[in-house]
């Protein structure tokens, strides 16, 4: 760079404005800050002309060239702008060695030249010039670089990248999702480092086989609720893509273009659970809408059950038709959520759904809680008091008389294991009168 320098026989970090034009340090010492003292006398044919967009902001005053490129095939990148429109993005044009202007500002952005020709913006798209100022590719791409030692280059058009030679002739078309970034030696190389999409394998252990996923596969989920099957979601641009259901081997059980969704969905199989810009909605196979997406939230309880919070937080339990099943209301709690039975308490008493996937509904005069006592639902009442036990399924454990017969006494549950269920009482009995005698609740119902 000296070498350089020392040929202009001026030094300088920045172009500045004058009144009479000349590019100087002496004036707008402020705005500058610069650390040199020689002027440069640039009069250009058109209006003033200045380096760089916003002074203060676009330079490192620490750097010599810092609002300048350096020489490469004898021109240096400049930007220039004029002196009313400081706060405006630049205009690129090039330098020679005397420190005129070899080719014109015209270009919206520009790059320095590597291997003879350099990447110019103009009119939104890029193209190659070579040192004249001509072009040598029209500008018709959305990205380019550099062109390497090879005579080759990387270019984007729409979401693909390919590499070109110094003709503009497509060498290589990359795959939809490739990714460059240029080194910043790229124009000594010979190689051109581009990263591709490669498509992830499933490995199934118990048949030692792998299974083939389709082209342009992003990323791979289980379908907890569907035997063999995958989340799968096939790339339709640069860095998305849309989600469809694969059975164990490879087919499509629905495929992308009907659930046309860029969300994890959910599923049993049957239904599928579709996240939309403004809510949650349940589909069919065939994508068609069974309910609109109003749902703040939806999570699969069983299978054709759908529990969702509506935009008013009322919570509901659907089928897989999309026709509600139960209100539950705005604050309904949830037990032993992670597997069936599994059982809801709303208001006026518990939702339960069993283990065959039916949904029974009990309701209490005095209720106050359910809670899950080994493999019983207890119902208590608004003294706390255990009043009543449920099987799994939902049926009463307890005729209506041993139901009757609890009312004379304080009821203690006993939590049941697998070791002592067969054994263990369903309850301990404390009886209300001081005189009588205490008893059991036997797991034949008898007290």
Same mark, same amino acid.
């Given at each position: 760079?000296?070498?350089? =320098?020392?040929?202009?026989?001026?030094?300088?970090?920045?172009?500045?404005?004058?009144?009479?034009?000349?590019?100087?340090?002496?004036?707008?010492?402020?705005?500058?800050?610069?650390?040199?003292?020689?002027?440069?006398?640039?009069?250009?044919?058109?209006?003033?002309?200045?380096?760089?967009?916003?002074?203060?902001?676009?330079?490192?005053?620490?750097?010599?060239?810092?609002?300048?490129?350096?020489?490469?095939?004898?021109?240096?990148?400049?930007?220039?702008?004029?002196?009313?429109?400081?706060?405006?993005?630049?205009?690129?044009?090039?330098?020679?060695?005397?420190?005129?202007?070899?080719?014109?500002?015209?270009?919206?952005?520009?790059?320095?030249?590597?291997?003879?020709?350099?990447?110019?913006?103009?009119?939104?798209?890029?193209?190659?010039?070579?040192?004249?100022?001509?072009?040598?590719?029209?500008?018709?791409?959305?990205?380019?670089?550099?062109?390497?030692?090879?005579?080759?280059?990387?270019?984007?058009?729409?979401?693909?990248?390919?590499?070109?030679?110094?003709?503009?002739?497509?060498?290589?078309?990359?795959?939809?999702?490739?990714?460059?970034?240029?080194?910043?030696?790229?124009?000594? =190389?010979?190689?051109?480092?581009?990263?591709?999409?490669?498509?992830?394998?499933?490995?199934?252990?118990?048949?030692?086989?792998?299974?083939?996923?389709?082209?342009?596969?992003? @990323?791979?989920?289980?379908?907890?609720?569907?035997?063999?099957?995958?989340?799968?979601?096939?790339?339709?641009?640069?860095?998305?893509?849309?989600?469809?259901?694969?059975?164990?081997?490879?087919?499509?059980?629905?495929?992308?273009?009907?659930?046309?969704?860029?969300?994890?969905?959910?599923?049993?199989?049957?239904?599928?659970?579709?996240?939309?810009?403004?809510?949650?909605?349940?589909?069919?196979?065939?994508?068609?809408? =069974?309910?609109?997406?109003?749902?703040?939230?939806?999570?699969?309880?069983?299978?054709?059950?759908?529990?969702? @919070?509506?935009?008013?937080?009322?919570?509901?339990?659907?089928?897989?038709?999309?026709?509600?099943?139960?209100?539950?209301?705005? @604050?309904?709690?949830?037990?032993?959520?992670?597997?069936?039975?599994?059982?809801?308490?709303?208001?006026?008493?518990?939702?339960?759904?069993?283990?065959?996937?039916?949904?029974?509904?009990?309701?209490?005069?005095?209720?106050?809680?359910?809670?899950?006592?080994?493999?019983?639902?207890?119902?208590?009442?608004?003294?706390?008091?255990?009043?009543?036990?449920?099987?799994?399924?939902?049926?009463?454990?307890?005729?209506?008389?041993?139901?009757?017969?609890?009312?004379?006494?304080?009821?203690?549950?006993?939590?049941?294991?697998?070791?002592?269920?067969?054994?263990?009482? =369903?309850?301990?009995?404390?009886?209300?009168?001081?005189?009588?005698?205490?008893?059991?609740?036997?797991?034949?119902?008898?007290?």
């Amino acid at each position: 760079m000296r070498d350089i =320098l020392a040929r202009l026989s001026f030094g300088y970090s920045t172009v500045c404005p004058s009144p009479l034009g000349a590019v100087c340090k002496g004036e707008f010492m402020t705005c500058l800050r610069l650390r040199m003292a020689i002027c440069l006398a640039l009069v250009l044919a058109a209006s003033p002309a200045l380096a760089a967009q916003n002074w203060p902001r676009s330079c490192d005053w620490r750097d010599p060239v810092s609002c300048f490129g350096t020489f490469h095939d004898g021109r240096a990148l400049v930007p220039t702008g004029s002196v009313e429109s400081l706060d405006k993005a630049p205009v690129y044009g090039y330098i020679d060695y005397d420190g005129q202007m070899a080719i014109a500002p015209r270009f919206e952005k520009a790059a320095p030249f590597a291997n003879g020709l350099a990447q110019v913006k103009l009119d939104g798209k890029w193209g190659y010039i070579d040192t004249s100022g001509a072009f040598v590719i029209s500008p018709h791409y959305d990205s380019a670089n550099s062109f390497n030692a090879a005579g080759v280059a990387v270019v984007e058009e729409g979401e693909e990248f390919s590499l070109i030679d110094r003709t503009g002739a497509v060498v290589k078309r990359f795959p939809l999702g490739a990714r460059y970034l240029e080194p910043g030696n790229q124009s000594e =190389l010979s190689l051109t480092p581009i990263e591709v999409p490669v498509v992830p394998k499933v490995w199934n252990a118990a048949s030692e086989t792998v299974l083939t996923l389709p082209d342009k596969t992003m @990323r791979v989920e289980p379908a907890p609720s569907v035997e063999g099957g995958l989340f799968v979601l096939i790339r339709d641009s640069r860095y998305r893509g849309q989600w469809g259901l694969l059975d164990a081997d490879g087919a499509w059980i629905v495929a992308p273009e009907t659930l046309h969704t860029r969300y994890l969905p959910k599923t049993d199989g049957e239904a599928f659970a579709l996240k939309r810009d403004d809510g949650w909605q349940l589909v069919d196979r065939q994508g068609q809408a =069974l309910t609109q997406p109003v749902f703040r939230t939806i999570s699969l309880v069983a299978p054709g059950i759908w529990y969702v @919070r509506q935009q008013d937080r009322t919570k509901l339990l659907l089928g897989n038709d999309g026709n509600t099943l139960v209100s539950l209301g705005k @604050r309904p709690r949830q037990i032993n959520r992670d597997e069936l039975p599994t059982y809801f308490q709303i208001d006026e008493g518990v939702v339960i759904i069993n283990a065959a996937g039916e949904v029974v509904t009990k309701t209490f005069a005095d209720f106050d809680s359910g809670r899950v006592k080994g493999d019983y639902l207890w119902i208590y009442d608004k003294e706390s008091q255990p009043v009543e036990p449920f099987s799994p399924d939902g049926t009463a454990v307890l005729d209506d008389e041993t139901t009757a017969r609890l009312e004379d006494y304080y009821v203690t549950p006993l939590p049941a294991t697998a070791a002592n269920e067969a054994t263990l009482p =369903l309850a301990e009995l404390r009886p209300k009168d001081v005189n009588a005698a205490p008893a059991i609740l036997s797991r034949e119902a008898r007290s």
